[in-house]
């Protein structure tokens, strides 16, 4: 049992060390996760084209046109001048819709979006909904999914509650 724990401890650590922060400017709490998806915070319209110089085909914005400094229509118009694919699917944190999550994940299957590049304002939001992914498509346990999404910046209870209670509806 204690060569069991050890061994899982180590695969949670091993999995979760593949992300990587980077600082690039005009970008909060840039998370590379894998090969195929960078997740972040806010990020101003003019750090577009840096993501479209480092491959990303398609930008996700999960913010609110109506919060501070989200910048919508900017954001968009950046990422189609970098030459990407901009997909806007306003959460809200407080009450965050199944429907927004189901267009999510719809996004994310689709390989000819990636490598994608996920932002929030904080990087909470964007944490939260990859670990809905993460569990579902990936088939990750919790722990190793939750750390994960905490990496990335999920620190809302509200928003990990309604990623657990979504992937239990929809396992």
């Given at each position: 049992?204690?060569?069991?724990?050890?061994?899982?401890?180590?695969?949670?650590?091993?999995?979760?060390?593949?992300?990587?922060?980077?600082?690039?400017e005009?970008?909060?709490?840039?998370?590379?996760?894998?090969?195929?998806?960078?997740?972040?915070?806010?990020t101003?319209?003019?750090?577009?084209?840096?993501?479209g110089?480092?491959?990303?085909?398609?930008?996700?914005?999960?913010?609110?046109?109506?919060?501070?400094?989200?910048?919508?229509?900017?954001?968009?118009?950046?990422?189609t001048?970098?030459?990407?694919?901009?997909?806007?699917?306003?959460?809200?944190?407080m009450?965050?819709?199944?429907?927004?999550?189901?267009?999510?994940?719809?996004?994310?299957?689709?390989t000819?979006?990636?490598?994608?590049?996920?932002?929030?304002?904080?990087?909470s939001?964007?944490?939260?909904?990859?670990?809905?992914?993460?569990?579902?498509?990936?088939?990750?346990?919790?722990?190793k999914?939750t750390?994960?999404?905490?990496?990335?910046?999920?620190?809302?209870?509200?928003?990990?509650?309604?990623?657990?209670?979504?992937?239990?509806?929809?396992?």
């Amino acid at each position: 049992m204690k060569k069991l724990l050890i061994t899982s401890a180590m695969l949670l650590v091993a999995a979760v060390a593949f992300a990587q922060k980077e600082t690039i400017e005009g970008i909060r709490n840039f998370t590379k996760v894998d090969a195929t998806v960078a997740c972040a915070g806010s990020t101003e319209p003019a750090a577009m084209a840096e993501i479209g110089k480092r491959g990303y085909k398609t930008v996700i914005s999960l913010r609110e046109a109506t919060e501070t400094g989200a910048l919508i229509d900017e954001s968009n118009k950046a990422a189609t001048a970098a030459g990407m694919k901009f997909v806007h699917l306003p959460i809200n944190s407080m009450k965050p819709d199944e429907a927004v999550v189901d267009r999510y994940l719809t996004a994310l299957k689709d390989t000819s979006n990636q490598p994608v590049f996920i932002y929030c304002a904080s990087g909470s939001r964007a944490g939260a909904l990859w670990l809905i992914k993460r569990m579902l498509v990936d088939g990750w346990p919790e722990d190793k999914a939750t750390s994960e999404a905490v990496m990335i910046g999920m620190s809302s209870p509200t928003l990990k509650q309604f990623a657990l209670d979504y992937v239990a509806k929809h396992k």
